[in-house]
């Protein structure tokens, strides 16, 4: 197994219901560690060279508009297979397909109010830590 790391996001609806705590204690209980966190406001131009790889579809606006309405807990998780172990702690993307006990299942709202992003490959979590850390803001 591949001990690696991932790039989670808890999105704006999951800030402002004060969910920071539980879904990180989802993360740990998964097998987790948390070894980079901090609050942020993402700026639209952030917001927009984060999601660019959607910038041709339709929601793109209204991605972006959300995820600059309030602010973000951005983290750097670390475990063996992290990638994979944090896709399946976040569930599916819609909350009512979403596995039981997931982070989507028992916290988010809807499809685009889905609390959690999470990297889906090794050299996409390389690429977004880097825009959110520094290599000595990441303890392991």
Request: no cysteine; net charge neutral; charged share 25%.
């Amino acid at each position: 197994m591949a001990r690696e790391r991932t790039f989670s996001i808890l999105k704006p609806d999951a800030t402002e219901r004060n969910l920071t705590g539980a879904i990180n204690a989802m993360i740990e209980q998964a097998g987790l560690r948390i070894v980079a966190q901090k609050r942020v406001r993402i700026t639209k131009e952030q917001a927009e060279r984060f999601y660019a790889v959607h910038k041709e579809r339709p929601f793109f606006g209204e991605l972006v508009a959300f995820m600059i309405s309030g602010p973000v807990v951005v983290q750097v998780l670390e475990g063996e297979n992290a990638i994979s172990k944090y896709r399946e702690v976040m569930g599916a993307t819609d909350p009512a397909k979403a596995a039981a006990n997931t982070i989507r299942k028992v916290h988010a709202r809807s499809i685009g109010e889905n609390s959690v992003h999470g990297s889906d490959a090794p050299d996409t979590a390389e690429r977004e830590i880097a825009q959110f850390f520094s290599e000595n803001e990441i303890v392991g």
